[in-house]
């Protein structure tokens, strides 16, 4: 039985198959183009579905339930901004596909992590407002994504999730 998603949960299942497919180089679909109402639509498909479906397989360590450093996709940050008493950071995140093209996955990863578009900085860039301090908080960002991101894959439920993407500072 389907369940009925809001139209925020639609807005996060999208956003988790557009950064899935930005991350792995695939082509997960989203939506189906509707002849009645002359317009794209979400195709009912969550990201966990796909993930089954496909058959998507991650390349796991099941003993220490890790991804090997070679497999893993690098998320690369920027911190555009830091407040003046270092408590706030506004980021920003970019990865790079196999085909070597720069993607920005700020919109994405807000999405997830926020659960809303991001805003923009002074230079229009799309950024995510962390807060916080006495830790490396690119690291909290792309740990809490990676966590967020594969939260609901059966075969990873005694991992650590938030270890299956890897980052560096830009």
Do not use: C
């Amino acid at each position: 039985m389907k369940t009925k998603l809001t139209k925020k949960q639609i807005e996060i299942e999208i956003a988790k198959v557009h950064l899935f497919n930005t991350l792995y180089g695939t082509k997960l679909e989203t939506q189906i183009f509707s002849e009645k109402d002359n317009e794209w639509i979400f195709n009912g498909v969550t990201f966990k579905e796909h993930f089954e479906k496909e058959r998507l397989e991650l390349i796991v360590d099941h003993e220490k339930y890790e991804i090997p450093d070679m497999q893993r996709p690098i998320v690369y940050g920027i911190v555009r901004r830091v407040s003046p008493n270092g408590m706030n950071r506004q980021i920003s995140l970019k990865t790079v596909n196999n085909k070597g093209v720069i993607s920005d996955i700020t919109y994405y990863a807000s999405m997830l992590i926020d659960e809303k578009e991001p805003t923009l900085d002074r230079l229009n860039h799309n950024v995510i407002r962390v807060t916080g301090a006495g830790m490396d908080m690119l690291f909290h960002t792309v740990y809490t994504l990676s966590g967020i991101l594969f939260r609901e894959i059966e075969e990873l439920q005694d991992a650590d999730t938030g270890y299956l993407l890897d980052y560096r500072y830009i």
